[in-house]
């Protein structure tokens, strides 16, 4: 599946989780959770729709508190066709079968739609990486911002 991985590494990090480990690494985590919400978010705004909403549905994303990583992506099995198309091959037509259901919902001929992607695949819908694209600078100055303020904590205080 297409997912994005979201990895605090840093030498000043370390250096603080060394003075301050308790502090330092709940609000790193905190912060982590807090990417890790907003790429979700984008990630679904820019996930297609299509008829039931199921490829938005299935953007989840799991916090690692002991790696301090977060993953974000999609769980529905036709993400990766979705991300990078896919070669021809056959789709089943029948009654309840996710591409009658979006054919009747569009209003098109599934048979048609059936023997194009047969014939063609079907083109990519890329959502993953121009989300990625878009969230790592405002992901990296969610940290500095927030490692920048935790510094001045514990020199502070």
């Given amino acids: 599946m297409p997912t994005m991985t ?3 590494d840093s030498t000043q990090v370390r250096a603080m989780l060394r003075a301050a480990p308790a502090k330092v690494n709940s609000r790193l985590v905190r912060t982590l959770n ?19 909403g199921d490829l938005r549905k299935s953007v989840k994303y799991a916090v690692d508190e002991q790696a301090l990583t977060a993953e974000i992506g999609p769980t529905a099995k036709h993400a990766n066709p979705v991300e990078f198309g896919s070669r021809p091959h056959w789709v089943s037509v029948a009654q309840g079968s996710p591409l009658r259901d979006w054919a009747d919902a569009k209003g098109i001929n599934p048979y ?4 194009s992607i047969a014939k063609k695949g079907t083109k ?5 990486k121009p989300t990625y694209t878009l969230m790592e600078p405002r992901i990296s100055r969610l940290f500095d911002n927030e490692i920048e303020a935790l ?6 205080g």
């Fill in 151 to 156: 510094t001045k904590e514990l020199n502070n």
């Fill in 6 to 8: 979201i990895d605090v």
């Fill in 34 to 52: 807090i990417g890790a919400i907003q790429t979700q978010r984008e990630l679904r705004i820019a996930a297609q729709v299509g008829v039931t």
């Fill in 124 to 128: 990519p819908n890329p959502f993953v």
């Fill in 112 to 115: 048609a739609v059936q023997r």
